[in-house]
Nanobody
Framework: QVQLVESGGGLVQAGGSLRLSCAASGRTFSTYAMGWFRQTPGEEREFIAEIIWSGGSTYYADSVKGRFTLSRDNAKNTVSLQMNSLRPEDTAVYYC????????????WGQGTQVTVSS
């Protein structure tokens, strides 16, 4: 089992930046990919970014492409989400997640961290 802990959420003005981090522990050797999702009350959880652990390939939702950057620290089993040019519509609870295979669903989740962007 992999355990995930997010950090870095907070309040920021529109146009500003935040950096979220997700630390993985436990059976991290089994992790295929780590991703970030976000959710607003009443809305479905939205995929925003993913990094494939082996090789570091990244994928981004159109809504954040060009503004958010996902990176990894292999030694620390940590991923970071650098969020730039934030918009009020980016306000959400952001969740870190992991999946254990290329065909596996994201079923390991962190506790979530609130990001609020003021206009």
């Amino acid at each position: 089992q992999v355990q995930l802990v997010e950090s870095g959420g907070g309040l920021v003005q529109a146009g500003g930046s935040l950096r979220l981090s997700c630390a993985a522990s436990g059976r991290t050797f089994s992790t295929y990919a780590m991703g970030w999702f976000r959710q607003t009350p009443g809305e479905e959880r939205e995929f925003i970014a993913e990094i494939i652990w082996s090789g570091g390939s990244t994928y981004y939702a159109d809504s954040v492409k060009g503004r958010f950057t996902l990176s990894r620290d292999n030694a620390k089993n940590t991923v970071s989400l650098q969020m730039n040019s934030l918009r009020p519509e980016d306000t959400a609870v952001y969740y870190c997640a992991a999946r254990l295979g290329s065909l596996s669903a994201y079923d390991i989740w962190g506790q979530g961290t609130q990001v609020t962007v003021s206009s």
